[in-house]
């Protein structure tokens, strides 16, 4: 799935990233810092991939999803230790901790997990090497690994205090935590030379602490929708499912208001978690925790920390935008907590029981979710592809929503990606835009069910949007072309459909021709 719903264009940020690869010289342009950020591994890779293969995300997406593999791999090979019913439990609560796509944003987007996978790969091997033994070898090693997620992702500075907690919970001597320590103080300097601007946080400590217990507790209003959204219950494909979730979701709403900014049941869930992690980091404490519940609980506490992080960080912009304190690019990170509390729980169990009961439980609750979880994410993967073609052929609607994408962003993009032939002008078919198409190696495509709509165009003269279905499955890209064979436009294939989406210049009547490249 990760393959299948990452957008083969840039979406949201990395318009504004290609600009400065692009623009800045090497390698400051893979040194700075954007949003309080300073993503220096990702952005080496964003970098080869502008160079060589002209931004065409497959370096991201392919990379994300190894890495991806890898830190499975990683955390599979760690339950080793573990009774068989054990591992089974264990192997299930990874699987819906990592992959549930929930966290689709960050995982069907190249640009998004290679920073987490990343950052999770170097914390585990953090944690790992802490777990086994508690001296100074292995501070030095953790420390290594946080500096490299500091400067990967800013999330990854909460390793810094996940690996001194695990240092705590085995007791170790002070003079252990003086790598850690060290470490600190160079990834705030570096982070702070970066130019990141002070946050001004208005809220209270209480304001603060709700919003940082909804956080962990946000995964519920992803996973509990169709029952808190009246919207989404009306969407219900059977008539007895929305009879049965209409009345929650009213009644929800009419309470809490709407389900991503609402508090309830973020809160309560994120307040289930909180005392949860506090009991198995006491008992961790005050006996002796085996390896799988060390990495257990510091991978629960790490993801406690960048919620903190984000929070402090974010106060008054969480303030102004409500919905964003549950928005899917969080969700990876509150997830690692749930994860983490699964793991320890299990390696503790006595009896097979109490290993695969809580495991099952949260594969079983979390499984319908992946049906508008993946619709969420066709949508995002739509939404990016038609803003790359509206921005190429030069036509993007008023009325078109851009969604996460800033349009500055994008204006400030195009010219500097149309000049390297980066993205999506690397594709072959925009080349031929104003050709008669007698001059071009093609053959026509039959089209059904045309439809063309004129638009007032955000970029300059007017232009139409046309949709049609055509069965043709050579290529997922078509030539656009009016009654005098001139090609005027570019049509995209819509995921997974027999439904084309185009964009031509100037105006076009419903007598339009798609052809393919040859």
Wanted: aromatic share 8%; with cysteine; glycine share 8%.
């Amino acid at each position: 799935m990760m393959l299948l719903l990452s957008p083969r264009v840039p979406y949201a940020d990395p318009w504004r990233f290609l600009v400065r690869l692009a623009t800045e010289p090497f390698p400051n342009s893979v040194l700075g810092s954007d949003n309080g950020h300073r993503e220096v591994l990702p952005s080496l890779l964003r970098y080869a991939e502008l160079e060589w293969l002209h931004a065409n995300q497959w370096l991201q997406i392919g990379t994300g999803c190894a890495l991806a593999i890898l830190v499975g791999l990683v955390l599979l090979r760690r339950l080793r230790d573990l009774a068989g019913d054990q591992r089974a439990a264990a192997a299930l609560a990874i699987a819906v901790g990592l992959f549930w796509l929930g966290n689709g944003r960050k995982l069907a987007h190249g640009n998004e997990s290679v920073p987490l996978f990343l950052i999770l790969l170097l914390l585990l091997v953090g944690l790992q090497r802490l777990a086994r033994a508690a001296d100074l070898r292995g501070s030095v090693v953790a420390t290594v690994c946080a500096l490299l997620a500091t400067f990967t992702f800013g999330s990854g500075l909460a390793c810094f205090p996940a690996f001194a907690l695990v240092l705590w919970l085995q007791k170790a001597p002070l003079r252990v935590y003086s790598p850690l320590a060290g470490g600190v103080a160079l990834a705030l300097a570096g982070l702070w030379s970066s130019g990141t601007e002070s946050t001004r946080i208005t809220a209270s400590i209480a304001d603060r602490a709700d919003l940082w217990v909804r956080w962990i507790g946000a995964p519920a209003q992803w996973a509990f929708s169709p029952a808190l959204d009246p919207s989404h219950a009306a969407r219900q494909p059977v008539e007895w499912l929305r009879t049965l979730l209409q009345p929650i979701a009213d009644t929800a709403y009419a309470e809490f208001g709407p389900h991503l900014a609402a508090r309830w049941p973020a809160l309560a869930l994120g307040i289930v978690a909180s005392l949860w992690l506090v009991v198995l980091t006491l008992r961790c404490r005050r006996g002796a925790a085996n390896a799988v519940e060390l990495l257990a609980v510091g991978l629960a506490w790490f993801g406690v920390l960048v919620g903190g992080l984000v929070v402090v960080l974010r106060i008054d912009y969480f303030a102004e935008h409500p919905e964003q304190i549950s928005s899917q690019r969080y969700l990876p990170w509150s997830m690692l907590v749930w994860t983490g509390l699964l793991l320890a729980t299990i390696a503790r169990a006595g009896r097979p029981w109490r290993a695969l009961l809580p495991a099952t439980a949260f594969a079983v609750l979390l499984a319908p979710s992946q049906i508008w979880t993946t619709r969420y994410a066709w949508k995002q993967r739509d939404v990016a592809e038609r803003t790359a073609l509206a921005g190429a052929v030069g036509v993007l609607a008023t009325d078109f929503r851009l969604e996460e994408t800033l349009e500055a962003d994008l204006r400030a993009a195009l010219p500097v990606l149309r000049e390297r032939g980066a993205a999506m002008f690397a594709w072959p078919e925009l080349s031929c835009l104003g050709q008669e198409l007698d001059r071009i190696y093609v053959h026509a495509v039959p089209v059904d069910a045309v439809r063309v709509r004129e638009v007032d165009n955000r970029l300059g003269e007017p232009g139409c949007e046309v949709t049609f279905t055509a069965t043709f499955g050579g290529t997922s890209r078509l030539l656009l072309v009016d009654g005098a064979g001139i090609v005027r436009g570019v049509a995209i294939r819509r995921p997974l459909t027999d439904e084309w989406f185009g964009v031509v210049r100037g105006r076009i009547d419903a007598d339009v021709r798609a052809a393919a490249l040859r």
